[in-house]
Nanobody
Framework: QVQLVESGGGLVQAGGSLRLSCAAS????????MGWFRQPPGKEREFVAA????????YYADSVKGRFTISRDNAKAMVVLQMTSVKPEDTALYYC?????????????????????WGQGTQVTVSS
């Protein structure tokens, strides 16, 4: 089992920045990919960004590319999502997720059903 705890959400004005953190514990040696997803009000959960735990290779949704940065600290078993130039449409409940399948396919990077472990979520609200 892998436990994930997100922190850092809150209210921010459009154009501002916010930093989300995800602390992992438990069997973290089984993790291959760490991802951030979000669920806007009334919508389905969607992919935001992902990072390979060992290599650090990153992936982004087109909607956040150039504005968000995902990084990891293996020693601290932590993943960070740095959000800049935020927009009202970034308002959502943000989830951290861990995938344990050793696959570099798009499906195993961006699909919610390919991640085995999830945090409880942290709310991000962007005011216009």
């Amino acid at each position: 089992q892998v436990q994930l705890v997100e922190s850092g959400g809150g209210l921010v004005q459009a154009g501002g920045s916010l930093r989300l953190s995800c602390a992992a514990s438990g069997r973290t040696f089984t993790v291959y990919t760490m991802g951030w997803f979000r669920q806007p009000p009334g919508k389905e959960r969607e992919f935001v960004a992902a990072i390979r735990w060992m290599t650090g290779r990153t992936y982004y949704a087109d909607s956040v590319k150039g504005r968000f940065t995902i990084s990891r600290d293996n020693a601290k078993a932590m993943v960070v999502l740095q959000m800049t130039s935020v927009k009202p449409e970034d308002t959502a409940l943000y989830y951290c997720a861990a995938g344990t399948t050793y696959s570099d396919t798009t499906n195993y990077t961006t699909s919610t059903d390919k991640y085995a472990y999830w945090g409880q979520g942290t709310q991000v609200t962007v005011s216009s």
